[in-house]
């Protein structure tokens, strides 16, 4: 039978929340009365952790993920003993090492070498099993010419390195670690992957918590999905990985579709179009001049803001970003097919019109754009109601956020409608490259050259070729 190394029973943490005007009238009276959380109303409180259960077994890795607040790292803070949960009990077995706040405890006006002794005693080494072990802390956080140096010259990513290195070189039984790759470089995050593999061939515990999903895939045998303080899913790390990307997307879809009916709200309120008389341009219908419109447009398209303008003789009457399942979406994945619909209402007849659009990242600067006339294709004829289509079956860019421009001209470049970065959408991959465009490839390799294949964003193993069966 299998030995739980942590044991979690219905864990609720409540944090009161800050109000000004109510007060205890003294500390020690709300400690007698227990009344620091019971008389509180329930807005003033904060459920950090609501009713938490689970089970780590001996020797396994187990993952926490969710969004920033969800009560994961509150939850490790149980775990360690840091906090102590307001209802249910944790029970741990065998030592404990926190990778939870690195180096707290460090004193900024002593050296490197001084703090590490102190820092080892506080997790439950004596000075000689430190003695023993100094020089491996020294080597694995690589600050051989610094330890004599006090703490406090030391940058944030050396601080980090150190306390790291004395936590993992405990020799603790569970091993909990929160976000901790992040403390330094690409090299160090893998040496601190080579030391969590070592503990799992040693048979040791670990609990990670990490937004690193590609991690928790890879390196986990169960994974906890916590929600606001509640369990969402747990189980197998894929299963509940891919749940938890459903509902983050999910929740960028309602975001990204609020925020582009607000600005698209904003673009009516704030009209750019006026409409005067051309000088020595009039048109005679039925012996009467008829002014021809002018419409103000921006000098440097590349230099104005989210807009609309036009003489709405075509108008653009809706616009949708269709994924590869024909819904409506904001978020799509790199790779999959989208394709962009106009619909359009033309107020009479008209026989010069293009079509276009433009792609632009998050910083408004535009990364391609198209349109009709620049794909060779002549307008004859647009009456009545009628839907344009753009088509990109393999969309072909780095994750990001990114803004469309949509638009119906004449020829000459009068603007029928013009709609400038009015829909956003957002591209999600698992592969982290860089700039927009990310065309298919391949690698060859000849056979003198060995390397290996990334695995997720922090895992390597041995190359394949693309078509090889996955482990």
């Known amino acids: 039978m299998s030995r739980l190394a942590i044991h979690a029973q219905h864990v609720s943490k409540i944090y009161r929340r800050f109000a000004h005007k109510r007060q205890f009238a ?107 072990r100094f020089d491996d802390i020294v080597d694995f956080a690589d600050l051989a010419p610094f330890i004599d140096a006090p703490v406090k010259t030391y940058s944030s990513g050396m601080y980090m390195r150190l306390g790291f290195a004395v936590a993992v070189n405990v020799d603790p039984d569970v091993l909990l670690v929160d976000e901790v790759l992040a403390v330094g470089d690409e090299g160090f995050a893998h040496k601190c992957l080579d030391k969590f ?27 906890l999905w916590l929600d606001k303080g509640r369990v969402r899913a747990v189980g197998d790390p894929k299963r509940v990985v891919d749940a938890y990307v459903t509902e983050v997307e999910e929740s960028e879809e309602a975001h990204l579709a609020a925020q582009d ?22 048109a005679r219908d039925g012996g009467q001049a008829v002014a021809a419109p002018v419409v103000d447009v921006p000098a440097d398209m590349f230099q104005v803001g989210a807009g609309r303008w036009g003489s709405r003789d075509v108008e653009i009457t809706r ?91 004449k020829l000459d470049g009068f603007p029928y409608d013009y709609h400038r970065q009015l829909y956003t959408f957002r591209v999600k991959s698992r592969v982290k490259d860089v700039g927009f465009f990310r065309p298919k490839h391949s690698w060859t390799f000849s056979p003198s050259i060995r390397l290996t294949r990334l695995d997720g964003p922090e895992g390597w193993r041995p190359h394949m070729p693309d078509d090889a069966p996955r482990r």
Not at 197 to 223: N, P, Q, W
Not at 323 to 331: A, C, E, L, R, W
Not at 376 to 405: I, P
């Open 261 to 282: 009916a607000r600005a698209r709200e904003l673009a009516e309120q704030r009209p750019q179009v006026s409409v005067s008389a051309a000088p020595g341009d009039a």
């Open 197 to 223: 593999a070592e503990f799992r061939r040693r048979g040791k515990t670990i609990l990670l918590v990490t937004h690193s999903l590609g991690l928790v895939e890879r390196f986990c045998d169960e994974a």
């Open 26 to 132: 003294t500390l020690k009276s709300a400690i007698l009365t227990g009344s620091l959380v019971r008389d509180l109303r329930p807005e003033e409180t904060f459920r950090a952790l609501d009713d938490v259960s689970f089970d780590v077994e001996a020797g396994r890795t187990y993952g926490i993920v969710g969004r920033n607040g969800s009560g994961k790292s509150t939850m490790l803070k149980c775990i360690a003993g840091i906090t102590k949960p307001t209802t249910g009990t944790v029970t741990v077995s065998g030592r404990i090492s926190a990778l939870i706040e690195l180096g707290a405890g460090f004193h900024p006006e002593i050296s490197g070498r001084e703090n590490v002794f102190i820092n080892g005693i506080m997790l439950g080494l004596s000075k000689a099993e430190i003695e023993r």
């Open 319 to 409: 616009v949708d970003l269709i994924g590869p399942d024909g819904t409506p979406s904001h978020v799509f994945h790199a790779g999959e097919s989208l394709t962009i619909t106009l619909a359009l209402e033309a107020r009479a007849p008209v026989k010069d019109f293009v079509f276009g659009l433009g792609l632009f990242n998050a910083d408004g600067v535009c990364i391609y754009g198209t349109n009709t006339n620049i794909e060779e294709m002549s307008s004859q004829e647009f009456s009545g109601s009628g839907e344009v289509g753009f088509v990109m079956d393999d969309l072909a860019l780095t994750e990001g956020t990114y803004k469309l421009d949509v638009a119906v001209h």
